[in-house]
Nanobody, 124 residues
Framework: QVQMVESGGGLVQAGGSLSLSCVTS????????MGWFRQAPGKEREFVAA????????YYADSVKGRFTISRDSAKNTLYLQMNSLKPEDTAVYYC?????????????????WGQGTQVTVSS
């Protein structure tokens, strides 16, 4: 099992920045990839970004490319999401996820473990 705790959400004006963190614990040696997903009220959970935990390759949704940066600190077992130039449509609960055998980074089905989520609200 892998446990994850997100932090860093909050309220920010459009154009502002926020940084999310996700601290992992447990069987972290088994992690193949980690990702960030988000879910807005009344909408399905959607892919934001992902990273191959070992080699560091990154993947982004088109809607956040150029504005968000995913990174990890393996020594600290921590995943990050730096969000710049935030827009009201970025408002959602953001979840970090970890998977042992992720085939498609953008598919939530490939991830085995999920954090509790952190709220990000962007005001216009």
């Amino acid at each position: 099992q892998v446990q994850m705790v997100e932090s860093g959400g909050g309220l920010v004006q459009a154009g502002g920045s926020l940084s999310l963190s996700c601290v992992t614990s447990g069987r972290t040696f088994s992690i193949y990839a980690m990702g960030w997903f988000r879910q807005a009220p009344g909408k399905e959970r959607e892919f934001v970004a992902a990273i191959n935990w070992n080699i560091g390759s990154t993947y982004y949704a088109d809607s956040v490319k150029g504005r968000f940066t995913i990174s990890r600190d393996s020594a600290k077992n921590t995943l990050y999401l730096q969000m710049n130039s935030l827009k009201p449509e970025d408002t959602a609960v953001y979840y970090c996820a970890a998977g042992n055998y992720v085939r498609t980074y953008a598919s939530a089905r490939g991830y085995d473990f999920w954090g509790q989520g952190t709220q990000v609200t962007v005001s216009s």
